[in-house]
């Protein structure tokens, strides 16, 4: 078994020396020869203890075949919003800092800005002063305050409406 190992570590350092160069295959030694034991020693009991091994592997493979794992995975149907949500939530994972001229939010390029330029009733490509503007009318006509009289069903109407307009005034700036 040990020269098994030998030949199997030898083989790996000459693949390390071509690809990489003789310096990293020489400060990959210590590395080798910890493999080359572990092979020598485990391949050792792999050959000695293999019935009992294999009787093992076999009593488990029927005994997961009548009960298999179903660990927590779920089927679960999936909305748009759901992706949306988990995208967002995705790209606050670093708050949208910039390095550099890099963007340290993979999934903050993707959003669709089209629907939030719907909520606030303008066309894209607006100026940041217009953009203003329609924001504040539309804060201004739903704010809850104006409504805290009002009947539930349209408080919570126009505190939808108004989380909505917020959020998309956000992600406009």
């Known amino acids: 078994m040990i ?4 030949v199997l570590t030898v083989a790996i350092f000459l693949i390390i020396a071509l690809l990489f160069g003789m310096n990293r295959a020489i400060a990959a030694l210590p590395a080798l020869f910890f493999i080359m034991l572990l092979i020598s020693f485990f391949g050792f009991i792999v050959v000695q203890f293999f019935p009992i091994i294999l009787i093992f592997l076999v009593i488990r493979y029927f005994m ?7 660990g927590n995975f779920y089927y679960k149907t999936y909305t748009q919003k759901d992706f949306e949500d988990m995208f967002r939530n995705q790209g606050n994972q ?3 800092n910039y390095q550099g001229s890099y963007q340290n939010n993979p999934f903050g390029t993707f959003e669709d800005k ?7 009733g303008v066309q ?3 100026t940041p002063e217009e953009l203003k503007k329609a924001y504040r009318e539309l804060a201004k006509k739903h704010h809850p305050d104006r409504y805290a009289n009002a009947e539930p069903e ?3 109407m126009h505190e939808k409406k108004f ?3 917020n959020e998309a005034y956000e992600k406009l700036q």
């Open 154 to 156: 349209i408080r919570e």
């Open 3 to 6: 020269s098994i190992a030998l």
């Open 94 to 96: 670093y708050g949208g």
């Open 114 to 120: 089209s629907k939030y330029y719907k909520i606030l």
């Open 64 to 70: 997961n075949k009548k009960n298999p794992k179903r």
């Open 163 to 165: 989380k909505e307009i």
């Open 124 to 126: 894209e490509g607006v």
